[in-house]
């Protein structure tokens, strides 16, 4: 006889969701997942050699990761009276602080915005909320945000700021209603913080309820997968008691650490992406059949006008150039593709291979 055992064992929550997908960019030009395109210099190369050559990876690494969290502290500029939570990337992080919600807690977040919110909460069994962010031009709906926050009560708000996947910052004095309003955690979500000059971070001691999250990997350490939660002491004691022991290893804690007092060469590469940014920004938004909108991110959000974006995502994929096609998740983003910012070559080879295919559209 034979027996579905997923299905015996599983949560539905967990039968219904769909596994999180990352595209092969096998032989293509990377531009769809956000990353620094930038390798180091060989003379870093060379000193971090040296600074992992002792490490002792025969023994768990420190548990607090204390002297990478004095760095991340300094270099963040958090305020002293606040507390850190270290975390295997961003997801770890919001995956504890879901955790530790009551079972039959709400979420609410705007929506299109990171995927890892709903994907985390729903997988948990939590109530998900999505609020529809502006149709023109992808603005918290706050009326519709207040409202949600009268209707559901919920224990935590994420703001994506800058927004991934529509690069634009939200409204300050909304956020600031939103946090004023809402009894719930308010969870300011600054993974691109590296590519603006906004921030929430020297504001943690103004909001009791206010956490603000990071992560290096936009900085250009994606692959060492680390992110921080920063906020009132009170909260961040409770979420520790969560976090897996060991959950920082030793290798990302020496990297992370070298990496950061030596972030010279990482904030000239961050420049120069910030100044590529508003040259593929423009160079977009010459094309008739192209509109893109503003970004504060290192990727720009652009739709186009006569082409589906399916078939234009495949154009450029078959002319050796991967970005990212958000029409599929509807809503908002019908019709919608989302570019990360590469070197000077990259962005010309996308901005060349996107006007081939509208060249032989018309």
């Given at each position: ?293 503003p970004s504060e991110a290192n990727f720009i959000l652009f739709k186009s006008a006569n082409i589906a974006a399916d078939d234009l995502f495949q154009s450029l994929k078959n002319q050796g150039i991967l970005i990212k096609n958000l029409s ?35």
């Amino acid at each position: 006889m034979s027996v579905n055992l997923a299905t015996n064992v599983f949560r539905q929550e967990i039968l219904n969701l769909s596994a999180y997908k990352v595209a092969d960019a096998k032989n293509l030009i990377k531009l769809d997942a956000m990353e620094n395109p930038y390798s180091w210099p060989e003379l870093i190369i060379d000193q971090w050699l040296q600074a992992i050559k002792s490490c002792p990876i025969n023994r768990y690494p420190d548990p607090e990761a204390n002297d990478l969290a004095i760095t991340l502290r300094r270099v963040n500029r958090i305020p002293q009276t606040s507390a850190m939570l270290l975390g295997n990337g961003s997801d770890e992080i919001i995956q504890i602080l879901l955790m530790a919600l009551p079972p039959d807690a709400s979420i609410m977040a705007p929506e299109p915005s990171f995927v890892m919110y709903r994907q985390i909460a729903r997988s948990l069994g939590l109530n998900y909320h999505g609020i529809a962010l502006r149709a023109d031009d992808f603005a918290l709906d706050l009326p519709a945000m207040l409202a949600a926050i009268e209707n559901h009560q919920p224990a935590v708000i994420f703001l994506a700021y800058p927004n991934n996947p529509t690069g634009n910052l939200f409204s300050a004095d909304a956020i600031e209603q939103i946090l004023s309003k809402t009894t719930g955690l308010v969870v300011i979500d600054e993974a691109y913080a590296p590519f603006t000059d906004a921030s929430f971070i020297a504001r943690l001691d103004q909001f009791p309820n206010l956490l603000v999250m990071r992560t290096v990997s936009k900085l250009g350490l994606a692959g060492l997968r680390l992110g921080f939660l920063a906020g009132a002491p009170e909260l961040v004691e409770q979420l520790n008691k969560i976090r897996l022991p060991y959950n920082i290893n030793s290798l990302t804690q020496i990297t992370a650490n070298f990496a950061l007092n030596n972030i010279e060469f990482l904030n000239r590469q961050t420049e120069t992406i910030r100044q590529q940014r508003g040259e593929v920004f423009n160079q977009l938004n010459q094309f008739e059949d192209i509109k893109a909108f503003p970004s504060e991110a290192n990727f720009i959000l652009f739709k186009s006008a006569n082409i589906a974006a399916d078939d234009l995502f495949q154009s450029l994929k078959n002319q050796g150039i991967l970005i990212k096609n958000l029409s599929p998740q509807g809503g908002p983003l019908h019709q919608s593709l989302r570019v990360t910012i590469g070197t000077e070559q990259e962005n010309k080879a996308f901005i060349e291979a996107l006007a081939i295919t509208l060249n032989s559209a018309n």
